[in-house]
C-alpha cells in the first residue's frame, strides 16, 4: 500500500525561531483559524497553492510522504546534533493534518531527532492528545485571554485551546505558550492582566512575546486578498517593555 501524502508548502532550515537551537521548520497546510493579522495566509487553504515569491514550493511539488519530508529534514542533522536543534512542524496549524503530522514524528522520533510543533492547540482532544504526545516541545499560541476577542480575531472559540493547554501541562508535556502581539488587539496593560490570568488558570508560568511584524503582507496582494492590518506599523521588543513588565509583576517569566 502507498504511503499517505500530506500538503506541505515550505520546508525552511536553518531557523533559530522555532525551537532550541537550529531547526528545520516543516509547514503544513491548513489551518482552521482566521486571524486577521495572519503573516501566512497562504497556508490557511489546505489545498496546494503557490505564491510566486519563492516563499512556497512549487504547488505541484507541495504533496509528499511524511517519509520524503523525513528527507529533506535529515540532510541537516549534524546541525542538530551540534546545535541541540531538530525539526519543528508549522503551518498552518499541524493539527488539521494529523495522520501526516503525526508520520513525521513517529519517523523524526525513531531516528532520534528532537521534535517542536507550533500549534493553536485548535483540535479535538482526541486529535490534539494523539499528535502532542508524539512530539518533545509544544510551541502554543496563545492570541487573546477575552473568549469574545478571541473568536473577533480568529473566528473560533478559546475554550478548546486553553483546556488543551491546561491539559498537556497537567501532563507533563514541555509546553512554551507564545503570545503574537497584536497592536489595537491584545496589547494593553489591560490584557497582559488578561492574560496572566489565563495562563495561571491553564498552569502556565512562562510566555514568550512574539512582537507583530508585516512579513505577510505582500502575500496578501499575490493572493488577491484584502489585509486588515495593511500599513500597520511593526512591533519592537521596546515598544513591549510595559506590556512585558506587566505580565512579570503578575508572576509570569515573561520574555521576548
Ligand atoms: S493560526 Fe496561524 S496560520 Fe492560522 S490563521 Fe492564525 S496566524 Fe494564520
Known amino acids: 500500500m502507498s504511503e499517505q501524502t500530506g500538503v506541505v508548502f515550505n520546508i525552511q532550515k536553518f531557523s533559530l525561531h522555532d525551537g532550541p ?29 503557490q505564491l510566486e515569491n519563492g516563499l ?15 528527507k529533506i529534514c535529515l540532510q541537516d542533522r549534524d546541525f542538530y546534533e551540534e546545535s541541540g536543534g531538530g525539526v519543528t512542524l508549522s503551518g498552518g496549524e499541524p493539527l488539521a493534518q494529523p495522520d501526516f503530522a503525526a508520520g513525521l514524528l513517529t ?8 521534535t517542536a510543533i507550533e500549534t493553536t492547540g485548535y483540535a479535538q482532544p482526541a486529535v490534539f492528545d494523539r499528535v502532542t504526545a508524539l512530539a518533545n516541545l509544544l510551541l502554543f499560541d496563545m492570541k487573546h485571554w477575552d473568549p469574545v476577542r478571541h473568536r473577533e480575531g480568529t473566528g473560533v472559540d478559546s475554550r478548546l485551546i486553553l483546556d488543551n493547554m491546561a491539559r498537556a501541562i497537567r501532563a507533563g508535556k514541555e509546553v512554551l505558550p507564545r503570545l503574537p502581539v497584536i497592536p489595537g488587539y491584545n496589547d494593553s496593560l489591560e490584557d497582559a492582566a488578561g492574560f496572566a490570568t489565563r495562563l495561571r488558570e491553564v498552569g502556565a508560568d512562562r510566555v514568550q512575546l512574539l512582537p507583530f511584524h508585516q512579513f505577510g503582507e505582500n502575500k496578501y496582494g499575490l493572493l488577491g486578498r484584502e489585509y486588515a492590518y495593511r500599513d500597520v506599523p511593526a512591533l519592537h521588543e521596546e515598544d513591549l517593555a510595559g506590556f512585558r513588565q506587566a505580565l512579570l509583576d503578575a508572576g509570569i517569566n515573561a520574555f521576548i
Open 56 to 70: 512556497t514550493l512549487a504547488a505541484d511539488r507541495q504533496r509528499m510522504t511524511a517519509e520524503e519530508a523525513v
Open 21 to 49: 537551537g537550529i531547526r528545520t521548520v516543516v509547514f503544513l497546510k491548513g489551518c482552521p483559524l482566521r486571524c486577521r493579522w495572519c503573516a501566512n495566509p497562504e497556508s490557511q487553504d489546505p489545498a496546494p497553492c
Open 107 to 114: 519517523k523524526l522520533g525513531v531516528r532520534r531527532v528532537h
